[in-house]
């Protein structure tokens, strides 16, 4: 329980701290997604205001008499012409701070609005050739300028400028951002009204902690017109509440760790009582089953005995089905051959041209026929007769004896038989179990060359010695195996054949006399042609 405890804890923990980064990673995308929102109104606005004043240049610059006046310079009439565009623009903009014209020198001609101050004139930098936006700084001014040549006939007589002070990008972004701002020139010293924002960070992303708040600094540098950045906006944003939100979230998991370790506790109380319960009914039923398992297990074991003496006597009753097929194709010329020699005599006797002679040589020829189907009976009950004790014999032996117990039977059928051997190889074993089985295979071979009528059937028979193991193959020209897993036809009852003709026990047999009976291998794969039988002893 302890353990269980231990790991549950460990658990809540790591639930806990995944819980407050999910929590936090939530946040700083919130942060991002608001300093981007600051920048990208920040931008819109330039944009706006850029694109506003330039279009109401133009429209001036259009009016009557403007660039007239402007070619003479005459004061009193760019002043008269554009003093009701000045009111409207600066009643539409109050943060507007002037409209001012000067000459081809970039001297001043005529203003509206504020007086500009020396400062603010350059008169060493040329009129620009296209419309120019951008900040001018000087040590305690920021205005943002935007500056229109003027061309006659595409002649540069002069240029038009709207003034406007950096307090109008700020409150835009203050009304749509809701966040408080200020203009800080490089070199001065950041004093706001507010007591808590004096000791926050000025950095652009800093954190900052007060009395009652938490704040995040967001810093907007204003470019200058010549490349210079001597103003920055300041806009702070109060994230107390997604402070207190990461505190929640580990109150939270705290809190509901403890709640779920107390109906741990519980489950884990009464989940042991039921164990222990269990575990004592177990046990009785595992002393009753002590007491029980040497019955069940011979039980079981005579039950398998029984199984594989079925399939034993199964197994001996179809080879004794095949046994008498094979003595019939043996029989069948003998038998013949015996026939024409009675017929023979009896055509001699009635024609009286049957001498003593004659009589003597067909007696001797039909005993010589009936001494070869006595030996063929002894051959195939030697054969059949079970042998278990093991001795030496010539493997070559045995195959070949094998293969003279059907070779009529594949004669009859047509079917070529091969029998290849690099060497004599002797080994120690039941010669007639290995037979049965080299018969039980070369017979499922010609079973399956007739029921698909293969062309030119032919099985083909190798023995080698491989590394200190002997290797034997059977190969047909059948087909192959169309069982798959193809390892199947080794279970009892499975059969290729048809239902008729094949009981699926021969080749379960097979495998059970090599690898039991001989401490060898049998294994089945399909090669090119046909099927491969292969034998490892």
Excluded at 78 to 106: A, C, H, M
Excluded at 512 to 522: D, P, Y
């Amino acid at each position: 329980m302890i353990f269980v405890l231990l790991l549950f804890a460990a658990m809540a923990m790591i639930f806990g701290w995944t819980r407050y980064l999910d929590v936090k990673e939530s946040i700083e995308k919130s942060r991002k997604d608001y300093a981007l929102q600051i920048h990208s109104l920040y931008q819109t606005t330039l944009e706006r205001a850029a694109t506003f004043y330039l279009n109401r240049a133009y429209a001036n610059l259009d009016s009557y008499g403007i660039k007239d006046a402007l070619v003479h310079k005459d004061v009193e009439q760019l002043t008269g012409l554009s003093s009701f565009r000045w009111k409207v623009l600066k009643q539409e903009n109050p943060f507007l701070l002037g409209i001012r014209f000067y000459d081809e020198n970039r001297h001043l001609i005529a203003h509206l609005g504020k007086d500009p101050k020396k400062s603010e004139i350059d008169e060493k930098r040329a009129v620009p050739n296209e419309p120019q936006f951008g900040f001018f700084f000087s040590k305690h001014y920021a205005a943002y300028h935007i500056i229109v040549p003027v061309y006659v006939e595409k002649t540069l007589v002069g240029m038009l400028e709207f003034a406007i002070a950096p307090e109008y990008f700020l409150n835009e972004v203050e009304e749509f951002s809701g966040l408080k701002g200020y203009i800080l020139f490089k070199g001065e010293t950041f004093e706001p009204k507010e007591n808590d924002l004096r000791s926050i960070s000025l950095q652009d992303g800093a954190i900052s902690q007060t009395k009652t708040s938490t704040y995040i600094t967001h810093v907007i540098k204003l470019e200058g017109l010549i490349g210079d950045h001597l103003a920055q906006l300041l806009f702070f944003q109060d994230i107390s509440d997604q402070q207190q939100k990461l505190l929640d979230a580990i109150y939270e998991a705290f809190f509901l760790a403890l709640a779920m370790m107390g109906v741990l506790l519980i489950i884990l109380n009464y989940g042991f009582d039921v164990l222990i319960k269990r575990l004592e009914e177990s046990e009785t039923s595992l002393r009753h089953l002590n007491h029980t398992l040497e019955d069940r297990v011979d039980q079981e074991i005579k039950q398998r005995l029984h199984h594989e003496q079925l399939l034993m006597h199964q197994s001996r009753l179809a080879s004794m089905g095949e046994m008498i097929g094979n003595i019939a194709h043996q029989w069948r010329q003998p038998l013949s051959e015996l026939g024409a020699t009675l017929m023979n005599l009896q055509l001699l006797w009635e024609r009286d041209k049957l001498s003593r002679d004659i009589f003597e040589e067909r007696i001797a020829r039909s005993e010589k026929l009936i001494a070869y189907m006595s030996k063929t009976i002894d051959d195939f009950r030697n054969f059949f007769m079970s042998d278990n004790q093991k001795k030496d014999y010539v493997i070559n032996d045995t195959i070949q004896k094998a293969i003279e117990l059907i070779d009529s039977a594949l004669k009859n059928h047509h079917i070529r038989l091969t029998f290849e051997a690099q060497e004599r190889i002797e080994i120690k074993g039941c010669p007639s179990q290995f037979a049965q089985v080299i018969l039980n295979i070369i017979g499922n071979a010609k079973d399956i060359l007739l029921e698909r009528a293969i062309e030119d059937p032919h099985i083909f028979i190798t023995l080698q010695r491989i590394d200190g193991r002997i290797r034997i193959c059977i190969v047909d020209n059948g087909g192959g195996i169309e069982i798959e897993p193809i390892e199947r036809i080794f279970e009892p009852y499975v059969s290729t054949k048809h239902a008729k003709s094949g009981t699926g026990i021969g080749l379960y047999m097979s495998k059970t006399i090599i690898e039991q009976h001989a401490q060898g291998s049998l294994k089945a794969f399909n090669v090119d042609q046909g099927a491969c039988f292969e034998i490892i002893l």
